[in-house]
């Protein structure tokens, strides 16, 4: 059929108007789907973006908003004379309630060299502390020195200790017994003990679990070209997304199977999915690309359309 023959390209052909339509009524189903604790992740061109979001609002709530992703889908363009290269794709994230399942620690992302490199310091097992340079193969545990105030007027923490006062409108962490002790307990440190200073809280290298996860994602794979498939996503993008949204055993839908990156992704997290797609093209792809999995578990293939009705296991 001409769907078959054009998988993996937009086949509306009603403009503008007849994409938005099915976007409204694929969004009100997907919403009718959606577990309460559930989220759903819409990604676009810039095309159709701005259109398409005054759509998720609608159906999902304004208060259901929870992010505007920007991802780099590509490396930067050679050939960015006339406009700035165009390297993003938009991924939006509703939940079905205001607050939907989100999991922070799983998807932090390593420290960058530069935030690295601010772990300077190294307390050997004796307690000495000595710069992390030229001693990187002593045994001990890495540090830096974070801010011992924060934001706050209370009189009994706005004090000068060992010379040194909180800013405006900040005050020290602890009391000024407690900030001793502290000291004393080695959660603080001062280069010079005579010499307080603001930065003397010390925070370890093994006990940073990384970043917590922003809105730009520039490190989550790129669609490379030479791809079979000219819009397949990276694996590192869903697992990110998957990561972000959903634990062991919970279910996880795609009603654009492609080449299978969702489905794929969501096996090797041990999610259960279901996927879905218009062309018997991408269905087989789909299919081949499971059954190359390891250990991949049994699962069914339905064609619902109006050339058969079957169901092979895998």
């Known amino acids: 059929s001409i769907i078959e023959q054009k998988a993996y390209r937009d086949t509306w052909g009603r403009g503008l108007d007849g994409y938005l339509q099915w976007f409204y009524e694929t969004v009100v189903l997907l919403h009718e789907l959606l577990a309460e604790t559930g989220s759903v992740y819409v990604h676009l061109d810039d095309n159709i973006s ?3 979001k005054v759509i998720l609002d609608e159906v999902f709530g304004i208060e259901c908003f929870q992010n505007e992703i920007i991802w780099q889908r590509t ?6 004379r006339n406009r700035f290269g165009n390297v993003h794709d ?10 939907p399942n989100y999991y922070p620690e799983a998807v932090r992302t390593q420290l960058s060299p530069a935030a690295l490199a601010e772990y300077s310091l190294l307390e050997l097992e004796d307690g000495t502390v000595v710069p992390y340079t030229a001693n990187e193969d002593r045994p001990g545990r890495r540090f830096k020195l974070d801010d011992a105030t924060w934001k706050g007027n209370n009189p009994k923490k706005k004090f000068t200790w060992r010379g040194a006062t909180p800013s405006t409108n900040r005050e020290w962490m602890y009391t000024l017994e407690d900030m001793e002790a502290a000291l004393a307990r080695g959660e603080l440190y001062l280069r010079n003990p005579n010499k ?23 490190e989550a794979g790129r669609m490379k ?10 694996e590192a993008l869903l697992e990110r997304i998957i990561k972000a949204s959903s634990n062991e055993g919970d279910l996880v839908l795609d009603c654009f199977a492609g080449s299978g990156t969702t ?8 999610r259960r ?9 991408a269905i087989h792809t ?7 999995i390891p250990n991949v578990k049994p699962f069914v293939v339905q064609n619902l359309g109006k050339y058969e009705r079957q169901a092979w296991q895998a």
Do not use: M
């Not at 490396?75 to 960015?80: Q, T, V």
């Not at 070209?225 to 990276?234: A, D, N």
């Not at 489905?263 to 041990?270: D, F, G, I, S, Y």
């Open 50 to 52: 701005h259109y398409a």
């Open 75 to 80: 490396d930067p363009h050679n050939d960015a």
């Open 90 to 99: 938009t991924i939006f994230w509703y939940g079905k309630s205001k607050r």
């Open 196 to 218: 307080g200073a603001a930065r003397c809280k010390r925070s370890y290298l093994d006990q940073n679990k990384g970043i917590l996860l922003q809105d730009i994602w520039t």
């Open 225 to 234: 070209g030479g791809s079979e498939y000219r819009t397949q996503k990276p």
């Open 263 to 270: 489905a794929a992704v969501a096996e090797k997290l041990n």
């Open 273 to 281: 999915w279901i996927t879905c797609d218009l062309g018997r093209f």
């Open 286 to 292: 789909t299919r081949k690309r499971l059954l190359n």
